[in-house]
């Protein structure tokens, strides 16, 4: 599978586990403070990202699932902490802005959070979490 083809993969897997991150955030948010939706959705996004990056987009990558989740995670800790600190930032600027969408602005700057991992996350789960024998120098 080629480079362009596996990261159109991973865009629409991320854009599914994306869908569950802004929903469940959504639900939460109810209830909860904005930030700490943010948190828990993240967290529901990333368990949903894992099992479609595995299954569709990083197929034939080395290591055990145990291995990789917990790259995985790594990787995504720094994603959790960019997306809340970012969700954070948008949300202010928006609301200091006075920009009144017909969506909420928490979604636009949740939204926009989320999309800035694309590359970077694409590229470190490329080369540290799902690597193949094809991204190993021998």
Same mark, same amino acid.
């Given at each position: 599978m080629n480079n362009i083809y596996m990261y159109?993969?991973?865009?629409?897997?991320?854009?599914?586990?994306?869908?569950?991150?802004?929903?469940?955030?959504?639900l939460l948010n109810?209830?909860?403070? *904005?930030e700490f939706s943010v948190a828990v959705s993240y967290i529901v996004g990333?368990?949903?990202? *894992?099992?479609?990056?595995?299954?569709?987009?990083?197929?034939?990558?080395?290591?055990?699932?145990?291995?990789q989740f917990l790259k995985f995670t790594?990787?995504?800790?720094?994603?959790?902490?960019q997306t809340i600190f970012l969700s954070h930032i948008?949300?202010?600027i928006l609301n200091r802005l006075e920009v009144s969408f017909i969506?909420?602005?928490?979604?636009i700057a949740h939204f926009v959070?989320?999309?800035?991992?694309?590359i970077s996350s694409f590229i470190l789960h490329f080369y540290f979490t799902f690597k193949s024998h094809r991204t190993v120098k021998k």
């Amino acid at each position: 599978m080629n480079n362009i083809y596996m990261y159109l993969l991973f865009i629409v897997s991320g854009g599914v586990s994306v869908i569950f991150n802004l929903m469940t955030r959504m639900l939460l948010n109810c209830i909860f403070p *904005f930030e700490f939706s943010v948190a828990v959705s993240y967290i529901v996004g990333v368990l949903v990202a *894992f099992v479609m990056m595995k299954t569709f987009v990083f197929k034939k990558s080395i290591g055990t699932t145990k291995q990789q989740f917990l790259k995985f995670t790594l990787v995504n800790c720094y994603g959790f902490l960019q997306t809340i600190f970012l969700s954070h930032i948008f949300l202010r600027i928006l609301n200091r802005l006075e920009v009144s969408f017909i969506i909420q602005n928490e979604f636009i700057a949740h939204f926009v959070a989320l999309g800035c991992l694309a590359i970077s996350s694409f590229i470190l789960h490329f080369y540290f979490t799902f690597k193949s024998h094809r991204t190993v120098k021998k």
